[in-house]
């Protein structure tokens, strides 16, 4: 008996990875909000009942297609940062961005699932939270480490947005000075932005040479919250694709 569920959890592992690749094709070709079950089963030779009991939903693929995306993102960036020494908090930071961006020139339809316009009807479940938090978590410990080590260099916030600031650092790091906790939102959300504009076009005719454009824009993000490198310049290479 045993024998007998092991090949048939292996022949469904099998058959759930074909069916995300074959839906990975589907957003490359059509985008995800054309994603469809029944393409899906076509494509593949199944009858549509057969893929419901793999995925009862279009919404069930794409919340694992984005799960794998955010899953595959983060253990690049956690692989990057892992060659790093520890004490090298700007440095770290940096090995992650060019992580990042280097997955994203090598998935630029996995990344759009997950970074681009949102899927009309989609609303992604708590599910996807964990996957999603790891480069987040990552910046977040990096910070961490700098501020319980050598400290970061601190900064004002407007009065205005004190109340705001200690929320976040309540939810996101309250550990962290809320100030930090303000810089750290809005560098991360820096980085995806010059990501996005590089995968999706806007740099054209802008930015040509990119890799070292982003390369000093990550280093700036650093010191935005407050590290500071050791060295002389950020470190080169991880920002290539397929890295």
């Not at 074909?18 to 490359?28: G, Y």
């Amino acid at each position: 008996m045993s024998t007998a569920r092991g090949a048939r959890a292996r022949a469904r592992t099998e058959v759930t990875a074909a069916i995300k690749d074959e839906a990975r094709r589907q957003l490359a070709a059509e985008g995800a909000a054309r994603l469809s079950l029944r393409a899906v089963a076509r494509e593949l030779g199944m009858v549509s009942s057969a893929l419901y009991r793999y995925f009862p939903s279009r919404d069930d693929l794409l919340t694992a297609l984005i799960i794998d995306a955010y899953d595959s993102l983060g253990e690049t960036a956690e692989a990057a940062h892992a060659k790093v020494s520890d004490a090298d908090h700007a440095q770290r930071w940096v090995a992650v961005c060019e992580a990042v961006r280097g997955w994203a020139l090598a998935h630029p339809h996995e990344y759009a699932l997950i970074y681009g316009s949102p899927v009309p009807g989609y609303i992604a479940p708590d599910t996807t939270v964990p996957a999603a938090s790891r480069v987040g978590l990552l910046f977040i410990g990096i910070v961490r480490d700098a501020h319980q080590g050598p400290g970061v260099v601190g900064s004002r916030l407007p009065a205005e947005l004190e109340p705001e600031a200690r929320r976040m650092a309540a939810d996101l790091a309250p550990d962290l000075p809320s100030a930090t906790v303000v810089a750290l939102v809005a560098a991360w959300a820096k980085l995806f932005g010059l990501v996005g504009f590089e995968l999706f076009g806007q740099f054209h005719r802008v930015v040509e040479d990119r890799e070292p454009f982003f390369r000093h824009a990550a280093a700036q993000l650093a010191h935005d919250v407050g590290l500071v490198f050791t060295g002389p310049t950020p470190p080169r290479g991880g920002g290539k694709p397929g890295s």
